[in-house]
T-cell receptor
Framework: KAGVTQTPRYLIKTRGQQVTLSCSPI?????VSWYQQTPGQGLQFLFE???????NKGNFPGRFSGRQFSNSRSEMNVSTLELGDSALYLC??????????????????????FGPGTRLLVL | QKEVEQDPGPLSVPEGAIVSLNCTYS??????FMWYRQYSRKGPELLMY????GNKEDGRFTAQVDKSSKYISLFIRDSQPSDSATYLC???????????FGAGTQVVVTP
């Protein structure tokens, strides 16, 4: 199976602009999570989508939003970019809960497979 | 104060040595504890996970969780240069879709 793909891989924007990042999960995976990784704060959870619904949300301002499509592909949008938004944005997919078999080890459904990330630089 | 504390390193060890990595955390309402490995310019990949307290071994890797001390450890035996990477501890309550990560420790194994 192909892994998680993210586009674009690199992006340069200026303050005040907006940006949309895309994530294509592993085929059959229904859960997609987004994280921001910076040297100072490490990996921080942004949000999780499952079957087109936002299931969890992190502590980021409303400028950060996301959505998931019926084919499980996901996008995240950052409006009014700030210098501090410069980071590596990672998405991860997993099969997700919903059809887990009784006795099945949890990692079969829950293991997060990360993409290579989109590196965003805000000038 | 971050909820999951991890020394960022770098931690440099000679090939064949034991690598010892630790995290401490606050708030005990988490059931799953993981270790991820991240190579440069790559996304993290799951190494091991533990449910609640206890030890788990997988080849050269051993993960330990002590919930009473709020301590998570990873040991790498017979370290190899290919083990050079950043190691991140993480935890989750029930669903793994929302993970809390430590800062990550950069490990360098020198030949």
């Amino acid at each position: 199976k192909a892994g998680v793909t993210q586009t674009p891989r690199y992006l340069i924007k200026t303050r005040g602009q907006q940006v949309t990042l895309s994530c294509s999960p592993i085929s059959g995976h229904r859960s997609v999570s987004w994280y921001q990784q910076t040297p100072g704060q490490g990996l921080q959870f942004l949000f999780e989508y499952f079957s087109e619904t936002q299931r969890n949300k992190g502590n980021f301002p409303g400028r950060f939003s996301g959505r998931q499509f019926s084919n499980s592909r996901s996008e995240m949008n950052v409006s009014t970019l700030e210098l501090g938004d410069s980071a590596l944005y990672l998405c991860a997919s997993s099969p997700g809960r919903g059809d887990r078999l009784i006795g099945e080890p949890i990692h079969k459904q829950e293991t997060q497979y990360f993409g290579p990330g989109t590196r965003l630089l805000v000038l | 104060q971050k909820e999951v504390e991890q020394d960022p390193g770098p931690l440099s060890v000679p090939e064949g040595a034991i690598v010892s990595l630790n995290c401490t955390y606050s708030n005990s309402a988490f059931q799953y504890f993981m270790w991820y490995r991240q190579y440069s310019r790559k996304g993290p990949e799951l190494l091991m996970y533990t449910y609640s307290s206890g030890n788990k071994e997988d080849g050269r890797f051993t993960a330990q969780v002590d919930k009473s001390s709020k301590y998570i450890s990873l040991f790498i035996r017979d370290s190899q240069p290919s083990d050079s990477a950043t190691y991140l501890c993480a935890r989750a309550r029930y669903s793994w879709g929302k993970l809390q990560f430590g800062a990550g420790t950069q490990v360098v194994v020198t030949p």
